[in-house]
């Protein structure tokens, strides 16, 4: 009887089962946590909080205390008796108080506690089983008798009237407890197949895992490179707004001295106009003839020369190079192909020289990107081949907006340029610069001289200038072609202004040393 009060303290008066979570009020009563904070919000908007043993009120929403020594006891209590507390079944013939039920017996459909099965028949009549509240399931509902067989056709359990004489006589029976050896058995087999297909998935989950985890740290890497690429273009944009501000600031000083040079000039022209200007009113003004008669003579100070030669100087006086500004600005194509460059690893359209095309004094690389001097390759003649040292691009522009670059730091005498795929392939009117077919710039040899020439005609553009790379733009629609020496400060050279009828091929022509397109093909915008 002490185990059966222990066990009613140990239940908690609201749910009426062993504590849960147990904590205290402060009137002392202890409750599961669960229970009482349903209980108190049921309470809210009420104006008190009262304890449902003892009534005791509270304004506030009382404080709940985790009353850790009852929890203990219930732990120790739980331990102790595990498999009674899972059942909640209790003893039949305990009436005084509910204590756990040890086993159940089938004959006298009665749940027994630990006392009232040493003193319960040993009879096997009496057949003991784990504790149920369901012991009519395992009596057959017409014959009142024990469930000791299976009948195997039907997949039911029978008695042994049901077997002999009931409505499953004559149907192959098996023992209960055999039938139940082997459905164990092909639940483990069921368990094996079900363990394997579990250890697969988690096998799948890992390797899920993994994926994600790489496809993580992908992401950080992508998210690195990017944050890396966009500081750079920052850093690039800066300089380049440096440049192009200092540009602009360079040349509007360069043309803003020579206006004051200019304006200077003019106000003391406009001074001596003025001093001559009231000598003239004073002759004006006298009477005496002989004296005005002697002045020299005053026409050549209405002489428009001057004024010419001024209006000349004025408009000599040179205005904003917008494409110049405009050349340093298309480094930012060079910046977008970075950026094509650095995230998808990408690369842009190369311009590739055609050998079918090269003369047999230049070599052309393996790459077709450089075009050396070199000696007599010994090519078959055919009317694509040029006859001079000269070789074009496979591909030709018929539209848009595009630029190249060629290297000219390992040659003294080279010539750069575009032509028409139609133009000659022998002769003195093959030379890029020497028809009406081609445009180029040309540098003579070791003069350090820089002239573009078209149609035969040389335009002389620099002398002495640093010059190991330069850049050719192209805009097809426009008909412009112009040429710049990629120094610092960019330098615009030339443009030429055609109707152009024929696609443009890249053509270089090599004196000494050789050339090499370093540049991809890229399109550019101009400024407005």
């Known amino acids: 009887m002490a185990s059966a009060d222990l066990r009613q303290e140990l239940d908690c008066s609201i749910c009426l089962s062993i504590y849960t979570d147990p904590v205290t009020l402060r009137c002392g009563h202890n409750f599961c946590r669960v229970c009482i904070d349903r209980v108190l919000d049921t309470q809210e908007g009420a104006g008190a909080y009262t304890c449902p043993d003892c009534r005791a009120e509270c304004q506030e929403r009382p404080v709940l205390q985790r009353n850790i020594t009852l929890c203990n006891i219930v732990g120790s209590f739980l331990s102790t008796r595990p498999d009674q507390q899972e059942t909640?079944?209790?003893?039949?013939?305990?009436?005084?108080?509910?204590?756990?039920?040890?086993?159940?017996?089938?004959?006298?459909?009665?749940?027994?506690?630990?006392?009232?099965?040493?003193?319960h028949s040993k009879s096997a009549a009496h057949v003991l089983c784990d504790p149920t509240t369901a012991l009519g399931n395992r009596k057959?509902?017409?014959?009142?008798?024990?469930?000791?067989?299976y009948c195997t056709?039907?997949?039911?359990?029978?008695?042994?009237?049901?077997?002999?004489?009931?409505?499953h006589?004559?149907?192959?029976?098996?023992?209960?407890?055999?039938?139940?050896?082997?459905?164990?058995?092909?639940?483990?087999?069921?368990?094996?197949?079900?363990?394997?297909?579990?250890?697969?998935?988690?096998?799948?989950?890992?390797?899920?895992?993994?994926?994600?985890?790489?496809?993580?740290?992908?992401?950080?890497?992508?998210?690195?490179?990017?944050?890396?690429?966009f500081r750079d273009i920052r850093r690039q944009l800066e300089d380049l707004e440096k440049r192009v501000l200092s540009e602009i600031?360079?040349?509007?000083?360069?043309?803003?001295?020579?206006?004051?040079?200019?304006?200077?000039?003019?106000e003391i022209k406009r001074d001596e106009l003025s001093g001559k200007m009231c000598h003239i009113e004073e002759l004006c003004n006298m009477s005496d003839p002989v004296t005005v008669l002697q002045e020299p003579d005053?026409?050549?100070?209405?002489?428009?020369?001057?004024?010419?030669?001024?209006?000349t100087q004025v408009h000599g006086a040179g205005d904003l190079d917008v494409g110049l500004i405009s050349g340093t600005l298309h480094t930012l194509s060079d910046i977008i192909t970075g950026i094509n460059t650095g995230i998808y690893k990408q690369e842009a359209t190369d311009l590739l020289l055609d050998v079918t095309t090269a003369g047999n004094y230049i070599q052309i690389s393996g790459d077709r990107k450089?075009?050396?001097?070199?000696?007599?390759?010994?090519?078959?003649?055919?009317?694509?081949?040029?006859?001079?040292?000269?070789?074009?691009?496979?591909?030709?522009?018929?539209?848009?907006?595009?630029?190249?670059?060629?290297?000219?730091?390992?040659?003294?005498?080279?010539?750069?340029?575009?032509?028409?795929?139609?133009?000659?392939?022998?002769?003195?009117?093959?030379?890029?610069g020497y028809n009406i077919k081609s445009w180029c710039l040309w540098r003579k040899r070791y003069s350090n001289r820089y002239v573009v020439?078209?149609?035969?005609?040389?335009?002389?553009?620099?002398?002495?200038?640093?010059?190991?790379?330069?850049?050719?733009?192209?805009?097809?629609?426009?008909?412009?072609?112009?040429?710049?020496?990629?120094?610092?400060?960019?330098?615009?050279?030339?443009?030429?202004?055609?109707?152009?009828?024929?696609?443009?091929?890249?053509?270089?022509?090599?004196?000494?040393?050789?050339?090499?397109?370093?540049?991809?093909?890229?399109?550019w915008e101009k400024l407005p």
């Not at 079944?89 to 009232?116: G, M, Q, R």
């Not at 998935?201 to 496809?215: A, F, G, I, P």
Request: negative net charge; glycine residues 6%.
């Open 88 to 119: 909640g079944i209790f003893c039949t013939y305990c009436v005084d108080s509910p204590v756990p039920a040890a086993k159940s017996c089938l004959l006298c459909e009665a749940s027994l506690c630990d006392n009232h099965l040493r003193v």
């Open 140 to 149: 057959c509902s017409v014959h009142k008798k024990v469930l000791e067989y």
């Open 153 to 167: 056709e039907d997949a039911v359990c029978v008695c042994v009237s049901c077997s002999l004489a009931g409505e």
């Open 169 to 229: 006589r004559g149907h192959h029976v098996e023992m209960l407890d055999e039938t139940f050896e082997k459905k164990k058995e092909k639940l483990k087999d069921v368990l094996q197949k079900l363990t394997t297909k579990r250890a697969d998935t988690e096998k799948r989950v890992q390797s899920l895992q993994e994926r994600r985890r790489e496809d993580q740290e992908k992401a950080a890497g992508v998210t690195e490179t990017v944050t890396a690429l």
């Open 249 to 266: 600031s360079r040349q509007e000083q360069r043309v803003s001295l020579s206006v004051s040079d200019l304006i200077q000039q003019l």
């Open 298 to 311: 005053t026409g050549d100070l209405c002489d428009t020369e001057d004024t010419e030669r001024h209006d």
């Open 370 to 432: 450089t075009a050396s001097r070199s000696p007599n390759q010994n090519r078959p003649v055919t009317p694509e081949r040029f006859q001079c040292n000269q070789v074009i691009s496979t591909r030709g522009f018929s539209s848009g907006r595009h630029y190249w670059e060629v290297d000219v730091s390992k040659s003294v005498m080279w010539a750069v340029g575009m032509c028409y795929p139609s133009i000659d392939r022998g002769g003195k009117k093959s030379y890029i």
């Open 453 to 523: 020439m078209h149609d035969s005609t040389e335009i002389w553009v620099a002398d002495n200038i640093p010059c190991d790379r330069v850049r050719v733009y192209l805009d097809y629609e426009a008909g412009q072609l112009s040429f710049y020496s990629l120094c610092d400060p960019i330098r615009h050279l030339h443009t030429y202004t055609a109707a152009l009828t024929e696609p443009l091929h890249a053509v270089l022509w090599v004196g000494v040393g050789c050339l090499t397109i370093c540049g991809v093909v890229g399109s």
